[in-house]
């Protein structure tokens, strides 16, 4: 199981369940993860078990790309080309 920053933890199967990751502590996404409960806000640090499953978030921005920590960066429309040339001045 891995999951990200934004992804959601539903315990045990029951949708009932379900909380935020809001901290994911190991590079590779694998648990436990920090989560907080959606029916009253607490925050707790959770390893999931064997009927838990993660839940990307619905949709992601239009043109956007999520990295790993669960931040957000839009998509400027150029190529790496027209990136390099614009550093260098020649556009």
């Known amino acids: 199981m891995y999951?990200?920053?934004?992804?959601?933890?539903i315990a045990e199967g029951d949708a009932a369940r379900t909380g935020l990751i809001v901290g994911v502590p190991h590079d590779d996404g694998s648990p436990p993860y920090i989560v907080k409960w959606l029916s009253d806000g607490h925050i707790a640090m959770v390893w999931p078990g064997d009927f838990a499953r993660v839940v990307p978030p619905p949709s992601y921005p239009r043109g956007g790309r999520r990295h790993r920590e669960g931040h957000w960066s839009l998509d400027s429309g150029t190529d790496a080309s027209a990136a390099e040339s614009s550093k260098a001045g020649r556009l």
């Not at 999951?3 to 933890?9: E, F, P, Q, Y």
């Open 3 to 9: 999951a990200h920053v934004g992804d959601r933890l």
